[in-house]
């Protein structure tokens, strides 16, 4: 089987993984055993790489990554979720979306996402800037404004409503704890392994990247220490090392 391709965005870190959404094609590698190899896109190179492999826009009209090529079908898929479903079409050992719970597991991830990420957007785009390669800097900062319909990106994240976005996500990760305890298992879906724990943990890789070293302690003691846990059980299941706190043993002012 010739390795997969996956498009990602690289940063000034050691070893250039930070973005969440590729982090989700990654552990969906790892979790199915399949070979695969990265092409760095800068920030500011994505729509004219992803229309030159003839990718589609997502959501929005807009293109992004991760996107695949997979030389073995010859097809393209960009957007996380779909890339897992195609996964799973195409080489269905060890699914990652269990049969019935597609439905289920987008919506999952649209929950997971207004609950804990969008109250602290902002305040995370403003730390990601700092590990963007200077070639992409003003590219990011321009489509993070528009994004975000701000301004001046002064106004993104100013420290008073800084600290609050910082609270509100450690709070509202108390959420997705109860979701968890809920569940009966060590996955949101019990004794089941998915996708749904992917997008979780993937969030965590881009936190590990862009926090400092106190701000990641804190996430990761959070709840008992759930959530180091969990990153740590998904990379076991997915025999990967994405995230780990070693690896951004590192301190961001």
Same mark, same amino acid.
Request: aromatic letters at 10%; proline letters at 6%; hydrophobic letters at 40%.
């Given at each position: 089987?010739?390795?997969?391709?996956?498009?990602?965005?690289?940063? @000034? *870190?050691?070893?250039?993984?930070?973005?969440?959404?590729?982090?989700?094609?990654?552990?969906?590698?790892?979790?199915?055993? *399949?070979? $695969?190899?990265?092409?760095?896109?800068?920030?500011?190179?994505?729509?004219?790489?992803? @229309?030159?492999?003839?990718?589609?826009?997502?959501?929005?009209?807009?293109?992004?990554?991760?996107?695949?090529?997979?030389?073995?079908?010859?097809?393209?898929?960009?957007?996380?979720?779909?890339?897992?479903? $195609?996964?799973?079409?195409?080489?269905?050992?060890?699914?990652?979306?269990?049969?019935?719970?597609?439905?289920?597991?987008?919506?999952?991830?649209? %929950? $997971?996402?207004?609950?804990?990420?969008?109250?602290?957007?902002?305040? *995370?785009?403003?730390?990601?800037?700092?590990?963007?390669?200077?070639?992409?800097?003003?590219?990011?900062?321009?489509?993070?404004? @528009?994004?975000?319909?701000?301004?001046?990106?002064?106004?993104?994240?100013?420290?008073?409503?800084?600290?609050?976005?910082?609270?509100? %996500?450690? @709070?509202?990760?108390?959420?997705?704890?109860?979701? $968890?305890?809920?569940?009966?298992?060590?996955?949101?879906?019990?004794?089941?392994?998915?996708?749904?724990?992917?997008?979780?943990?993937?969030?965590?890789?881009?936190?590990?990247?862009?926090?400092?070293?106190?701000?990641?302690?804190?996430?990761?003691?959070?709840?008992?220490?759930?959530?180091?846990?969990?990153?740590?059980?998904?990379?076991?299941?997915?025999?990967?090392?994405?995230?780990?706190?070693?690896?951004?043993?590192?301190?961001?002012?």
């Amino acid at each position: 089987m010739q390795p997969i391709i996956l498009y990602d965005i690289p940063s @000034k *870190l050691p070893k250039k993984k930070w973005a969440p959404n590729p982090s989700k094609t990654r552990f969906c590698f790892g979790h199915k055993g *399949l070979p $695969y190899e990265v092409i760095w896109v800068e920030f500011c190179d994505i729509v004219a790489t992803m @229309k030159g492999i003839d990718a589609s826009p997502t959501a929005g009209k807009r293109y992004t990554v991760p996107t695949i090529k997979d030389p073995n079908t010859g097809v393209v898929v960009s957007d996380s979720h779909a890339i897992a479903k $195609y996964l799973d079409e195409t080489y269905p050992d060890k699914p990652l979306i269990p049969r019935g719970a597609h439905v289920l597991l987008e919506t999952f991830e649209t %929950l $997971y996402i207004n609950t804990v990420m969008m109250p602290s957007f902002k305040l *995370l785009m403003t730390r990601t800037l700092e590990i963007q390669n200077d070639i992409s800097r003003q590219v990011f900062i321009q489509s993070r404004l @528009k994004m975000f319909r701000e301004t001046h990106w002064e106004d993104m994240a100013p420290e008073g409503k800084a600290q609050q976005m910082w609270a509100a %996500l450690k @709070k509202n990760l108390g959420v997705v704890d109860g979701w $968890y305890q809920k569940s009966g298992g060590r996955w949101i879906m019990g004794d089941t392994f998915s996708f749904a724990d992917i997008v979780v943990v993937s969030w965590m890789v881009w936190w590990n990247a862009i926090l400092n070293k106190q701000e990641r302690q804190e996430i990761h003691t959070l709840h008992g220490g759930r959530w180091a846990r969990l990153l740590a059980d998904v990379n076991a299941e997915c025999n990967t090392e994405l995230g780990s706190f070693e690896e951004h043993s590192r301190s961001l002012l």
